[in-house]
C-alpha cells in the first residue's frame, strides 16, 4: 500500500535518511508495549487491560507538559492536574481486586505477580503517550503511512530475534496462526485511516485536553461479569 501510493526512490529514501526516529517509535509505540501487554494479561483481564489502556492520554498529556512545553493557563493546568488525578484514581478502584489479597480483610502483602501485571500494563500505556510527543517532535515531516509503515518495520525487526529465541517448542496452532491473520486484516484495515490523519494538523495542546475527557469514559468499558480473560496459551 505504501509503495502503491508513494514513488519507490521517495519512500526509500525516507526510510534511509529517517530510519532511526522510526525505529524509536516502532520501539515505543508497538515492540515494547506489545510485549508488556502479553505478559500483563496472563495474570489481569482483558477488561481491566483496555481500563489501565486508557490511560494513555493522561501519560501522553503529561509528557507533552513536561517534555514539549504545552504550557496551559493557570485554570486549565488545574484541571488537567485534577483531571489526572481522578482518571489515576479510578483506574485504580476498577483494577484493584484483581491485584488486591483475594481473601477479605486479609493483611497479607499484595501479590507480587499482579502488581507487576498492572505495572507492565502502565509502562505500555506511558510508551504510548511518549512514542505519540515523540512522532510530533521528529516526525513532523513524515507523511502518516511512511510513518506506520516505517515504524512497524523498525518493530518487526526489533521483536525477530526475541521471536526466535523463544520460538514454542511444539508446533503453533492452527488457531494461533488464524488469531494472527485476523490481528494483519484488522491492522491492513486501518492503514488507509491513519494515512488520511495527514491531512489533519494536530492541535498543540491536543494531548492535554484529551487527557481530561478520556477518564470519564473508562470505567464504562468493563463490567465486572462481562471480563474474559484472553491467555496466549494457544501458543504452546
Given at each position: 500500500?505504501?509503495?502503491?501510493?508513494?514513488?519507490?526512490?521517495?519512500?526509500a529514501?525516507?526510510?534511509?535518511?529517517?530510519?532511526?526516529?522510526?525505529?524509536?517509535?516502532?520501539?515505543?509505540?508497538?515492540?515494547?508495549?506489545?510485549?508488556?501487554?502479553?505478559?500483563?494479561?496472563?495474570?489481569?483481564?482483558?477488561?481491566?487491560t483496555?481500563?489501565?489502556?486508557?490511560?494513555?492520554p493522561?501519560?501522553?498529556?503529561?509528557?507533552?507538559?513536561?517534555?514539549?512545553?504545552?504550557?496551559?493557563?493557570?485554570?486549565?493546568?488545574?484541571?488537567?492536574?485534577?483531571?489526572?488525578?481522578?482518571?489515576?484514581?479510578?483506574?485504580?478502584?476498577?483494577?484493584?481486586?484483581?491485584?488486591?489479597?483475594?481473601?477479605?480483610?486479609?493483611?497479607?502483602?499484595?501479590?507480587?505477580?499482579?502488581?507487576?501485571?498492572?505495572?507492565?500494563?502502565?509502562?505500555?500505556?506511558?510508551?504510548?503517550?511518549?512514542?505519540?510527543?515523540?512522532?510530533?517532535?521528529?516526525?513532523?515531516?513524515?507523511?502518516?503511512?511512511?510513518?506506520?509503515?516505517?515504524?512497524?518495520?523498525?518493530?518487526?525487526?526489533?521483536?525477530?530475534?526475541?521471536?526466535?529465541?523463544?520460538?514454542?517448542?511444539?508446533?503453533?496452532?492452527?488457531?494461533?496462526?488464524?488469531?494472527?491473520?485476523?490481528?494483519?486484516?484488522?491492522?491492513?484495515?486501518?492503514?488507509?485511516?491513519?494515512?488520511?490523519?495527514?491531512?489533519?494538523?494536530?492541535?498543540?495542546?491536543?494531548?492535554?485536553?484529551?487527557?481530561?475527557?478520556?477518564t470519564?469514559?473508562?470505567?464504562?468499558?468493563?463490567?465486572?461479569?462481562?471480563?474474559?480473560?484472553?491467555?496466549?496459551?494457544?501458543?504452546?
Amino acid at each position: 500500500m505504501l509503495l502503491a501510493r508513494r514513488p519507490l526512490v521517495a519512500t526509500a529514501a525516507t526510510l534511509r535518511t529517517r530510519w532511526l526516529p522510526l525505529l524509536v517509535v516502532g520501539i515505543l509505540n508497538s515492540a515494547a508495549p506489545f510485549c508488556l501487554f502479553a505478559y500483563e494479561e496472563l495474570t489481569l483481564s482483558a477488561g481491566a487491560t483496555s481500563v489501565i489502556n486508557a490511560t494513555t492520554p493522561l501519560w501522553g498529556a503529561l509528557v507533552a507538559y513536561l517534555w514539549l512545553r504545552d504550557r496551559l493557563t493557570t485554570a486549565r493546568t488545574i484541571a488537567l492536574a485534577i483531571g489526572m488525578a481522578i482518571g489515576f484514581a479510578g483506574v485504580l478502584v476498577l483494577v484493584w481486586n484483581q491485584v488486591a489479597p483475594a481473601q477479605a480483610g486479609s493483611d497479607a502483602a499484595l501479590p507480587v505477580q499482579g502488581l507487576l501485571a498492572a505495572a507492565a500494563a502502565l509502562a505500555a500505556s506511558a510508551l504510548y503517550g511518549v512514542a505519540g510527543n515523540f512522532a510530533k517532535r521528529y516526525l513532523m515531516d513524515v507523511d502518516a503511512l511512511t510513518n506506520a509503515a516505517g515504524s512497524m518495520l523498525g518493530a518487526t525487526f526489533t521483536l525477530a530475534p526475541v521471536a526466535m529465541l523463544t520460538w514454542p517448542a511444539a508446533p503453533v496452532s492452527a488457531h494461533a496462526w488464524g488469531a494472527v491473520l485476523a490481528l494483519h486484516r484488522t491492522l491492513v484495515g486501518a492503514l488507509p485511516q491513519r494515512a488520511t490523519s495527514r491531512h489533519v494538523r494536530p492541535a498543540p495542546r491536543a494531548g492535554a485536553y484529551a487527557a481530561t475527557g478520556q477518564t470519564g469514559s473508562a470505567g464504562a468499558q468493563v463490567h465486572p461479569q462481562a471480563q474474559t480473560r484472553r491467555r496466549f496459551d494457544t501458543l504452546e
